[in-house]
């Protein structure tokens, strides 16, 4: 167990929808990454927060948005929802102390849209 | 920003040799590098990785070299498993500033260790 928790688990919902994505971070840590796992490809950097603030944007669609409450934990929304947009959905989280980066992935949300 | 190359993109291996995954990075800056494994199914988790300061690190059958002229780094597992059968995945990280970082992955590097 990473320490790092995901809800939900799988995730089924119609075209055109919109759905959040919840993520824990580990205790302490700070920093929180969004990633986006589809069929056959890698994992894919969509947004990291860290103690509140957007710090880092990757490929996230606009019909995406993130945020990460005071409490440390995060919510992925996603809007508009597209047959593309199935995918595994991972959030991670590290605490950064300059040297220390390791990243601690949660068990992901599988997003399938129908 | 930051890109990671990934190769090759599937290796297939017998038990008990050897597997090298190699990566490339664009960023002079970044500083860290982490090897992580992926099951099926299953959330990627860290298993080795190397800081910028360093060239070699060991743990038991794994390896990970880096050449920060050539800005290219490799995975060696020796005396391969079964369970050594997964995708791994290279990254790359830059740290500008605390907590402005993020890390850059490779296309991932699907691993079949045969019986």
């Known amino acids: 167990d990473s320490g790092v928790t995901q809800t939900p688990k799988h995730l089924i919902t119609a075209t055109g929808q919109r759905v959040t994505l919840r993520c824990s971070p580990r205790s302490g840590d700070l920093s929180v990454y969004w990633y986006q796992q589809s069929l056959d490809q890698g994992l894919q950097f969509l947004i990291q927060y860290y103690n509140g603030e957007e710090r880092a944007k990757g490929n996230i669609l606009e019909r995406f948005s993130a945020q990460q409450f005071p409490d440390l934990h995060s919510e992925l929304n996603l809007s508009s929802l597209e047959l593309g947009d199935s995918a595994l959905y991972f959030c991670?989280?590290?605490?950064?102390?300059?040297?220390?980066?390791?990243?601690?992935f949660g068990q992901g949300t599988r997003l399938t849209v129908v | 920003g930051e890109n990671v190359e990934q190769h090759p993109s599937t290796l297939s291996v017998q038990e008990g040799d050897s597997a090298v995954i190699k990566c490339t990075y664009s960023?002079?800056?970044?500083?860290?590098f982490p090897w992580y494994k992926q099951e099926l199914g299953k959330r990627p988790q860290l298993i080795i990785d190397i800081r910028s300061n360093v060239g070699e690190k060991k743990d038991q059958r794994i390896a990970v070299t880096l050449n920060k002229t050539a800005k290219h780094f490799s995975l060696h597992i020796t005396e391969t498993q079964p369970e050594d059968s997964a995708v791994y995945f290279c990254?790359?990280?830059?740290?500008?500033?605390?907590?402005?970082?993020?890390?850059?992955f490779g296309k991932g590097t699907k691993l079949s260790v045969i019986p």
């Open positions: 990254a790359a990280s830059a740290g500008s500033g605390a907590g402005s970082y993020q890390l850059t």
């Open positions: 960023d002079s800056a970044s500083n860290y």
């Open positions: 991670a989280s590290s605490v950064f102390t300059g040297l220390d980066t390791e990243a601690f």
